[in-house]
């Protein structure tokens, strides 16, 4: 599969959601504050943690293809969607972005595949009917 530049819809979707969780929950609040560095207090938040996302996705592009990077302006934009819908656009940013050491040496990749997206996939996961109906133990 070719690696491309997410679109600022697809870092909306991931963006919104996360927002929202960060209002229903301190353990993300604290994740994002502390592992990312985002000042939650910045009405700006959101648009300059985009913005790095979207570096790094042109970061990636550059070690796959060679593409210098673009000076490309993400402003966010509130898009709402399933949690599921803004999980699958988070599995598709992180595979856009996983080129050369990405993985290995950065910490905006690295907390949303290592700690973000699993606590992200598992609340999903547990709202599911077929989680609801398994046995217990």
């Known amino acids: ?19 929202a969780k960060i ?7 604290e994740k994002v504050e502390k592992e990312l560095g ?6 700006d938040w959101r648009t300059k943690l985009g913005q790095k996302m979207w570096d790094l996705n042109q970061l990636s592009l550059g070690y796959r293809y060679g593409d210098p990077k673009e000076e490309l302006k993400y402003e966010f934009e509130t898009i709402p969607c399933s949690p599921m819908q803004a999980y699958k656009a988070l599995r598709c940013w992180l595979y856009q972005c996983a080129e050369g ?10 907390t949303f595949d290592r700690v973000l997206g699993p606590a992200w ?17």
């Open 101 to 110: 050491d990405i993985p290995e040496i950065s910490k905006l990749y690295n």
């Open 121 to 137: 996939a598992e609340f999903i996961l547990a709202r599911t009917p077929e989680y609801d109906e398994a046995e217990w133990g």
């Open 38 to 43: 985002v000042d939650l207090n910045d009405a």
């Open 1 to 19: 599969m070719s690696a491309f530049l997410v679109k600022a819809q697809t870092i909306n979707k991931i963006l919104t959601q996360l927002d």
């Open 23 to 29: 209002r229903q929950s301190n353990w993300y609040k």
